[in-house]
């Protein structure tokens, strides 16, 4: 059975960098599928961050591409998030999950399973 | 930019069938995925490729998409299916979307 499982800091402080890591167990990173990051600010909908596979390619959400960095360590399983110039606008529930489907058209992606989420706040 | 739009709320009795919809320019041409979120938990996938159940989830959980609008259909609905649901598409730009979500009650 897969299973991710999201770590880091929970608090961070405006303007400094979030950063969180994505543990997978039961599944080799390795495999032929795509990684992604979602977030859900408290009360709110989904927010697709941004997607990467095994060899490091990456594909990011339009309106954080220009904060956001992922990176893949294949030695570890693991996968991770950085987000630099952190506003208050950005404290959420941070998800990982696998991504499944195919990209020839029509393309079809889906996410599943989900990590159990990390609140991380921007506060001073 | 592709947008995907739900309505806020829906609510049905015990029993009836409930309908969610998602609506987007040209959604039929896209596959949609459907998502169920309870209070405190994660997102579990419950539709993929339109209408594909993964394992695990209910046969009263079916999916359509044709021109603007796919449909979460619930059949039987039970109070345990009381959740958010969201749907996700990818638009042509290579970009995941989802939509607002819909809280979906059971009366």
């Known amino acids: 059975q897969v299973q991710l499982q999201e770590s880091g800091p929970g608090l961070v402080r405006p303007s400094g960098t979030l950063s969180l890591t994505c543990a997978v167990s039961?599944?080799?990173?390795?495999?032929?599928?795509?990684w992604t990051w979602v977030r859900q600010p408290p009360g709110k909908g989904l927010e697709w961050i941004g997607e990467?596979?095994?060899?490091?390619?990456?594909n990011y959400s339009p309106s954080l591409k220009s904060r956001v960095t992922l990176s893949i360590d294949t030695s570890k399983n693991q996968f991770s998030l950085r987000l630099n110039s952190v506003t208050a606008a950005d404290t959420a529930v941070y998800y990982c999950?696998?991504?499944?489907?195919?990209?020839?058209?029509?393309?079809?992606?889906?996410?599943?399973?989900w990590g159990q989420g990390i609140l991380v706040t921007v506060s001073t | 930019s592709f947008e995907l739009t739900q309505p806020p709320s829906v609510s049905v009795s015990p029993g009836q069938t409930a309908s969610i919809p998602c609506s987007g320019d040209?959604?039929?041409?896209?596959?949609v995925s459907w998502y169920q979120q309870k209070p405190g938990q994660p997102p579990v996938l419950v539709i993929y490729?339109?209408?594909k159940r993964p394992s695990g989830i209910p046969e009263r959980f079916s999916g359509s998409n044709s021109g603007n609008t796919a449909t979460l259909t619930i059949s039987g609905t039970q109070a345990l299916d009381e959740a958010d649901y969201y749907c996700?598409?990818?638009?042509?730009?290579?970009?995941?979307?989802f939509g607002g979500g819909t809280k979906l009650t059971v009366l």
């Open positions: 999950a696998r991504e499944s489907g195919h990209l020839s058209a029509p393309v079809s992606v889906w996410f599943d399973p």
């Open positions: 039961g599944d080799y990173i390795t495999r032929n599928h795509w």
């Open positions: 990467i596979d095994q060899s490091g390619s990456t």
């Open positions: 040209d959604l039929g041409y896209n596959y």
């Open positions: 490729q339109d209408a």
């Open positions: 996700q598409a990818w638009d042509s730009d290579s970009h995941v979307v």
